[in-house]
DNA sequence: TTCTTGATTTCCT
DNA sequence: GGAAATCAAGAAA
């Protein structure tokens, strides 16, 4: 993780939230690197926003949210998917970006693998996640210190924000961030 | 301890 | 457009 990534995600999460479109995340899973490129994140925060998972607390899933910026939040979704987030903000104080969607940038033949298709290889959080091959052994880690790393990319040209998908609390809140088409 | 609900995806009609 | 798949946190009792 360069200097200017570990500066961005010790910001408020709706400051790095939109920062980190555009930029590559990278996973090596069993010497096999797969990247994309990042182009719809979520901002969730802590006490103060009732659709996050933190916002009653410390549990023992959500712990990860309470620690260092650049910490790996995985959790399982509906029983069937993997979700990924990235910490952000300052250490006790909740805060994560969920990553929704990417474009494949490398290794898209094992994406395609991991995924079973060819299309909408990496087009939701849950596909996200299985086309980089990310579960619940990466909770917890460290970007750049675990399997996954997060290196800088192209800017994107136009960042749209909106309301926040498939929650049922908060709905009004515009913290998704996707880049324009 | 039991019940409900979810930061989803996929397949069927 | 609708439903199933499937597990764990959180709420209720």
């Known amino acids: 993780m360069t200097p200017a990534i570990a500066q961005l995600l010790s910001r408020p999460v709706l400051e790095a939230a939109p920062g980190l479109l555009g930029m590559r995340l990278t996973t090596v899973v069993d010497g096999e690197p797969t990247s994309l490129r ?11 926003d009732p659709a996050s998972h933190a916002h009653r607390g410390r549990t023992g899933r959500n712990a ?11 959790y399982r979704s509906y029983g069937i998917h993997w979700c990924v987030n990235i910490v ?20 898209l033949a094992l ?9 909408h290889v990496a087009d939701g959080p849950g596909k996200l996640t299985q086309a980089l091959g ?10 750049g210190e675990g399997r ?11 960042v749209v924000a909106s309301p926040r998908i498939g929650i049922s609390r908060a709905t009004s809140r515009r913290w998704r961030f996707s880049i324009a088409p």
Request: hydrophobic letters at 35%; charged letters at 25%.
């Open 88 to 107: 952000t903000g300052s250490v006790g104080e909740p805060q994560a970006v969920l990553l929704r969607a990417g474009e494949p940038v490398e290794g």
């Open 64 to 74: 990860p949210m309470f620690a260092d910026p650049g910490t790996v939040y995985v």
């Open 38 to 48: 990042l182009t719809e994140v979520e901002a969730y925060g802590g006490a103060d």
């Open 134 to 143: 990310i579960d619940a052994s990466d909770n917890g880690t460290i970007l």
């Open 111 to 119: 994406m395609q693998t991991r995924r079973g298709r060819n299309d």
């Open 148 to 158: 996954i790393s997060l290196l800088e990319g192209d800017p994107p040209a136009e």
